[in-house]
């Protein structure tokens, strides 16, 4: 079931002289863990602002084709209305937290969306312990580590419980690390409670064994679009210039050398490393 259909969407900044995006057509299916990358400027993160009605309706500028999401034309609707279908989770955390403690910025969403004080208890408790977050919940998240900041910020939009949770490079800040335990928390929720997951993130050797299917951007436009492990061993990817994970190239490597391996493309080095494992014992 399509949860999002794009349609030959087109988007120019206010002042700017080109397009940001431009003739995009996209297809996300409810409960998929969809990743898009692509190299900066792409439009990456203008094609996630479309998702919520952010564009057109607080950056304006000129749009043209279609968006429809969870149903509804997101250029049309209000954005306060788009929140209770699609949750955006911003780059720098530090953007979507301003409350004096976790619990009440958690909680500040649910507030607008005039749930009642008890829902509002049981919705952030909910959110705090799925991000395991309970024991932080009377600090200032401003005196917190990136990671646990970026835990508050997907709280915050957890709470609302969204169909869809859109994450524009949500661990740029974080050590590889932080990055994997933040991924870790991403992929339970798509797996576990079905939320569709839309992750912008340039990091594949961390992010690409969680995905479904892979949309490749450049310059404006979708170059690639559909199974990850497909697009990621496709030649002409590289020339873009996508991180192809590291696992990936060494397998490809390893092939053209003649080494005896099965035909699926390992995503992870835990992938690669069950591979190697298989082929000693055969």
């Known amino acids: 079931m399509a949860l999002i259909e794009i349609k030959r969407l087109t988007y120019t900044y206010p002042g700017a002289t080109q397009p940001s995006i431009s003739d995009v057509s996209l297809t996300v299916n409810k409960g998929e ?8 400027g792409c439009g990456k993160t203008t094609l996630c602002r479309t998702f919520n009605g952010l564009i057109p309706q607080f950056y304006q500028g000129e749009l043209k084709g279609e968006i429809r999401v969870a149903d509804l034309d997101a250029a049309k609707h ?33 507030e607008n969306l005039g749930n009642s004080r008890e ?32 835990r508050v910020a997907i709280a915050a939009v957890l709470a609302m419980q969204p169909e869809i949770i859109v994450l524009d490079e949500p661990t740029s800040f974080l050590d590889p690390l932080s990055a994997q335990k933040i991924f870790d928390v991403i992929h339970s929720l798509n797996k576990n409670l079905g939320i569709t997951v839309i992750l912008v993130e340039h990091r594949l050797d961390l992010t690409a064994k969680y995905a479904d299917h892979i949309i490749i951007m450049d310059q404006g436009k979708v170059r690639f679009d559909g199974d990850t492990r497909a ?9 873009i210039g996508v991180g192809i994970p590291k696992a990936t190239l060494l397998f490809e490597m390893l092939q053209r050398e003649g080494a005896n391996l099965p035909e699926t493309t390992p995503l992870s080095s835990e992938e690669l490393a069950k591979m190697f494992k298989e082929a000693l014992n055969r």
Do not use: C
């Open 33 to 40: 863990f969809v990743l898009i990358t692509g190299p900066s």
């Open 78 to 110: 209000p954005t306060y209305e788009m929140a209770k279908h699609v949750g955006l989770v911003f780059q720098n955390p530090e953007n979507q937290l301003f409350a004096l403690s976790v619990e009440k910025d958690v909680a500040f969403g649910l």
């Open 119 to 150: 829902e509002m208890r049981k919705r952030v408790d909910w959110a705090l312990e799925l991000t395991g977050i309970t024991d932080l919940r009377e600090r200032s998240p401003h005196e917190m580590s990136g990671g646990q900041q970026q």
């Open 231 to 239: 697009v990621l061993s496709n030649e002409e990817t590289r020339l």
